[in-house]
């Protein structure tokens, strides 16, 4: 029987992950334009065709992100992306945030909107093949941020999401991402990762969430972009594990991982780093990457379809280097 454990189980098969190519339109439009391509609705589906039908995908790819706008459209021969996902054995997952808004009273800082109607969403979701649900909320780090009355808000509201997606038999994919963006310090890094996800687990358990039943999606705990010294992969890894061991329960059955806004090399050292020192730890880790799986592929396309197996290959490429980091067995001159 499918139950939500073993949908978990599934998207955390070994040697896979989880693509994100759930971006909003605002976000895929900044992309496409980055590639000199008209951000329109037509050339979003030509790109995530492209994506969904390169060859192999399956090989490395468990479940795929979609945003509202690519679960209700169609492959070019009219199948719906969510058929086509499926044919391949490859669990759709629905992003079902409404993105973020200013959280009044507290500059610097966001909350993620989207609760109201999310029943109902998620129920319509499910029955056009969706099994897994995913909602972000954001935490930038600043001098006197994130508050305290940020996380806790921010972090509810995960919860509530939690739940209700949970009670219409979606695993929820729970994703406080605290932001690379800024001149903080590892250690700052780490203090705040650790304390969202500490409030997190809290609120998740108040409000009634089967911890295992769903999975985490994590930064890298690192330092942030603007500080002068970057962290080497090494230290990534020990910060990171060291940050679930305080804040995650063992009865989660596994954490993946966003890129962040890092490069597509650094996420998958990073990768690598983490998966050698996991073992005996209780949970799978993975990637769920979306612009450390996608750029390569976005920069070779460049919107013409003559450079579509090109842009294939580039995502394949990826996909199968950040395999490889699950065991370990990357190294830079692999690229
Ligand atoms: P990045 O890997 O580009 O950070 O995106 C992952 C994601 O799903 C953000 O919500």
């Given at each position: ?9 599934s998207l ?20 496409m334009?980055a ?5 329109s609705?037509?050339?979003r589906?030509r790109?995530?065709?492209?994506l ?7 090989k ?13 459209n ?11 996902l499926?044919g391949k ?18 500059p610097?800082?966001?909350?993620t909107?989207?609760?109201d109607?999310?029943g ?27 508050t305290d ?5 921010d972090?509810?509201?995960?919860a ?30 780490e ?9 997190l687990?809290?609120?998740?358990n108040?409000q009634r969430?089967?911890?295992?039943g ?5 930064n ?39 890129s962040?806004?890092q ?7 990073n ?24 750029k ?22 990826r996909?199968?280097?950040?395999s490889?980091?699950?065991r ?7 690229e």
């Amino acid at each position: 029987m499918e139950t939500i454990q073993s949908i978990a189980s599934s998207l955390l098969a070994d040697g896979k992950g989880v693509l994100a190519a759930d971006q909003s339109a605002g976000t895929i439009g900044r992309q496409m334009e980055a590639i000199d391509v008209e951000p329109s609705a037509e050339n979003r589906r030509r790109y995530r065709e492209l994506l969904f039908t390169t060859p192999d995908i399956e090989k490395y790819v468990s479940g795929v992100i979609l945003h509202d706008s690519t679960i209700r459209n169609t492959a070019s021969d009219g199948i719906a992306f969510v058929d086509l996902l499926l044919g391949k054995g490859i669990v759709p997952i629905i992003k079902v945030d409404k993105g973020t808004v200013e959280h009044q009273g507290f500059p610097g800082e966001v909350v993620t909107q989207g609760l109201d109607d999310l029943g109902e969403r998620v129920e319509e979701y499910y029955s056009m093949g969706a099994r897994a649900a995913k909602w972000r909320a954001v935490f930038n780090i600043g001098k006197d941020y994130p508050t305290d009355a940020n996380i806790e808000l921010d972090c509810l509201t995960l919860a509530r999401y939690a739940a209700i997606a949970q009670s219409h038999n979606m695993v929820p994919i729970v994703e406080p991402e605290v932001i690379f963006k800024g001149g903080h310090d590892l250690a700052r890094a780490e203090e705040v990762t650790t304390r969202v996800q500490t409030v997190l687990f809290e609120k998740l358990n108040e409000q009634r969430v089967d911890l295992t039943g769903i999975i985490l999606k994590s930064n890298f705990v690192l330092a942030g972009s603007e500080y002068p010294e970057q962290t080497n992969a090494e230290d990534v890894a020990v910060t990171t594990i060291r940050t679930f061991k305080e804040a995650v329960p063992e009865a989660l059955p596994g954490i993946v991982f966003l890129s962040g806004g890092q490069t597509p090399e650094r996420s998958t050292a990073n990768l690598n780093a983490v998966s050698k020192i996991n073992e005996g730890l209780p949970w799978k880790l993975t990637f769920s990457f979306s612009r450390g799986l996608e750029k390569p592929a976005q920069e070779a396309w460049r919107g013409d379809d003559t450079n579509k197996a090109k842009a294939q290959r580039a995502l394949a490429e990826r996909l199968r280097l950040n395999s490889l980091a699950l065991r370990g067995e990357y190294n830079e001159e692999m690229e």
